[in-house]
């Protein structure tokens, strides 16, 4: 158990609808990652906050956005769903890297399901 | 561009030596992580290299070579527990980005008794 933490587990919904995806991260960690994980790829970095605020954009689509609030939990919101945005999202958290070591923090990740 | 290649699936015997290769053309490297992923499960941490040589941590061991762009992760005494993808990421220039985790596609690795 890496202390992250993700709700829903899973998510079952339709083409054009909007989803919001819960991120808690580690006691004390102040940085957030969303990744999307499809069937035939790699883990796709989406965006980073750190400490509310937004630090990296990776390949995250203009109808995807995210925050991080006061108390550091995080939200991805996924609109006009696509099938191909059936995937597993992953969130991942890390205090503030001293140096260069960024090892991420895994959660259990969310399994979104478009039909 | 930025890229990382792994072989797709492997296959190995248990008890036995296995070596998964990673290649990697970045336009910055602040690092090279190793995850293990088993089947929609979080990635957990493996291993970290930063500097050219061998890491060794029990049955697992990373190498890197910063002059080739190149790493290898070494699982020896396979169990089949070890059936799960691992995952390389390359951890890009430390900046504004916090360096960021390129990861590639992984390796499926098949253990067989």
């Keep these: 158990d890496s202390g992250v933490t993700q709700t829903p587990k899973h998510l079952i919904t339709a083409t054009g609808q909007r989803v919001t995806l819960r991120c808690s991260p580690r006691s004390g960690d102040l940085s957030v990652y969303w990744y999307q994980q499809s069937l035939d790829q790699g883990l796709q970095f989406l965006i980073q906050y750190y400490n509310g605020e937004e630090r990296a954009k990776g390949n995250i689509l203009e109808r995807f956005s995210a925050q991080q609030f006061p108390d550091l939990h995080s939200e991805l919101n996924l609109s006009s769903l696509e099938l191909g945005d059936s995937a597993l999202y992953f969130c991942a958290s890390n205090e503030i890297p001293s140096g260069t070591y960024n090892e991420q923090f895994f959660g259990p990740g969310t399994r979104l399901t478009v039909l | ?113």
């Design chain 2, 1 to 113: 561009g930025q890229n990382i290649d792994q072989p797709t699936e492997m296959t190995a015997t248990e008890g036995a030596i296995v070596q998964i290769n990673c290649t990697y053309q970045t336009s910055g490297f602040n690092g090279l992580f190793w995850y293990q992923q088993h089947a929609g499960e979080a990635p957990t941490f493996l291993s970290y290299n930063v500097l050219d040589g061998l890491e060794e941590k029990g049955r697992f061991s990373s190498f890197l070579s910063r002059s080739k762009g190149y790493s290898y992760l070494l699982l020896k005494e396979l169990q089949m527990k070890d059936s799960a993808s691992y995952l390389c990421a390359v951890q890009d220039s430390y900046g504004g980005s916090q360096g960021n985790l390129i990861f590639g596609k992984g390796t499926k690795l098949s253990v067989k008794p």
